[in-house]
Each structure stands twice: as C-alpha cells, then as structure tokens.
C-alpha cells in the first residue's frame, strides 16, 4: 500500500484543517489506518484510528472531541477533520495502514505516508 497524506498547513489557533490520506496499490479495505504525529524533538505520537470498515474510531486523549477520523474506501482515501486546533498540535502528520486492528504503537503500522506538516500559530 502507498499513503499520500496532504491538507497541512498554517492555520491560527482556534482554526480547522482537514487532512486527507490516499491510498493505492493493495486494497485499502482491508487495512485499519491511523494518523500519527511527531513534533520537533518529540516521539511520533498515536493521534486517532479507524477500523477498516469505519465503524470504529479511537482518539488519543489530547485529540479527542476536536478531531474526527473517517474513511471512503470507494475513494481509498482516510480523512482526519481537525477543529479548535491549538499551537501543542503543531507537528508532522503521517497515516499509516495496519493489516491487524487499530492500536496505538506506531511499530505495528505496516505502511506509511510521507507526513504533512501542520502549523498552529498562537
């Protein structure tokens, strides 16, 4: 599977962003996905997950209620709707594709995109 994430950018505090992953090459349905970040000098974080038919959704804490995951495995494409955005979610953004379920250890994503870079100014 190849990711292409895009939809970063420079957005004030308080503003949205929506990410978009997508997918090609093995079939994207049969993968769970989920969206990690890593800020300078940090370790690449767990920020949400999806199953791979939608149905489950899994945030991290600091994200939950601002961030939303969703899927269209017609369009191979995961999204991450990204609102009330603070300066602390400033940091590269990678999806990453899982053939197992959806966990929050980075080590066990298979396949990953190349990372978009979201800035939040204060």
């Known amino acids: 599977v190849q990711l292409q994430a895009s939809g970063g950018g420079l957005v004030q505090a308080g503003g949205s962003l929506r990410l978009s992953c997508a997918a090609s090459?093995?079939?994207?349905?049969?993968?769970?996905m989920g969206w990690f970040r890593q800020a300078p000098g940090k370790e690449r974080e767990f920020v949400a997950g999806?199953?791979?038919?939608?149905?489950?959704?899994y945030y991290a804490d600091s994200v939950k209620g601002r961030f939303t995951i969703s899927r269209d495995n017609a369009k191979n494409t995961v999204y991450l709707q990204m609102t009330s955005l603070k300066p602390e979610d400033t940091a590269v953004y990678y999806c990453?594709?899982?053939?197992?379920?959806?966990?929050?250890?980075?080590?066990?994503?298979?396949?990953w995109g190349q990372g978009t870079l979201v800035t939040v100014s204060s």
């Open positions: 999806v199953s791979w038919r939608g149905v489950s959704t």
């Open positions: 990453a594709a899982n053939r197992e379920g959806v966990v929050n250890d980075p080590r066990e994503y298979d396949y």
């Open positions: 090459g093995r079939p994207f349905s049969g993968y769970s």
